[in-house]
Antibody, heavy 117, light 109 residues
Framework: QVQLQESGPRLVKPSETLSLTCTVS????????CSWIRQSPGKAPEWIGY???????YYNPSLKSRLTISVDTSKNQFSLKLNSVTTADAAVYYC???????????WGRGALVAVSS | EIVLTQSPGTLSLSPGKSATLSCRAS???????LAWYQQKPGQAPRLLIY???IRAAATPDRFTGGGSGTDFTLTISRLEPEDFAVYYC???????????FGQGTKLEI
């Protein structure tokens, strides 16, 4: 059974960098497309980006200029960095993995990140 | 970029009834890349249907996905109390690579 756990600061100051790490257990990260998805209260999920174990990331065009997603296969982890955050970036951030790219079948519990000074 | 529009926004029904949720794409999409999720308060979305009509593991057979082209549906028959939740459709695009979600349909008692 694949399990995912998000970790990282839950409070970020405006203009600073949001950083989260996802630790995958119960499966090798090399088998998966690893995505970050966020969801603001009462809104639909928003895909942030994904990376395959090869290390090539694909980003949501609306966030691309501020975004870095990376993978560490030795630790079975992948990470998200979002620069220059504003209050609009406050959301629940989910890490997800899927073996087939088309649909997302494993989700973390989510990390609620607030943006405030 | 493909836009997914779900209707209705809210659907009020009673247990035992059937529900039909709609997802319309702004342009024709392949059925391979259309999925449905269920989300309950405080939980992550859960994959119900992928490939437009294939039930994910643990999805009861009361849930049926269908459609093609631009129009897709999720039908839930014999509604159970645990089915009342928000449902999202989602499309995966290969070029450019990205996932898009509909705005959701809230199924309430």
């Amino acid at each position: 059974q694949v399990q995912l756990q998000e970790s990282g600061p839950r409070l970020v100051k405006p203009s600073e960098t949001l950083s989260l790490t996802c630790t995958v257990s119960g499966g090798s990260i090399s088998s998966y497309y690893c995505s970050w998805i966020r969801q603001s209260p009462g809104k639909a999920p928003e895909w942030i980006g994904y990376i395959f174990y090869s290390g090539i990331p694909y980003y949501n065009p609306s966030l691309k200029s501020r975004l870095t997603i990376s993978v560490d296969t030795s630790k079975n982890q992948f990470s998200l960095k979002l620069n220059s955050v504003t209050t609009a970036d406050a959301a629940v951030y989910y890490c997800t993995v899927t073996s087939g790219a088309a649909a997302i079948d494993h989700w973390g519990r989510g990390a609620l990140v607030a943006v405030s000074s | 970029e493909i836009v997914l529009t779900q209707s209705p926004g809210t659907l009020s029904l009673s247990p035992g009834k059937s529900a039909t949720l709609s997802c319309r794409a702004s342009q024709s999409v392949g059925t391979t890349y259309l999925a449905w999720y269920q989300q309950k308060p405080g939980q992550a979305p859960r994959l119900l249907i992928y490939g437009a009509s294939i039930r994910a593991a643990a999805t009861p057979d009361r849930f049926t996905g269908g459609g093609s082209g631009t129009d897709f549906t999720l039908t839930i028959s014999r509604l159970e109390p645990e089915d009342f939740a928000v449902y999202y459709c989602q499309h995966y695009d290969n070029s450019p690579r990205m996932y898009t979600f509909g705005q959701g349909t809230k199924l309430e008692i």
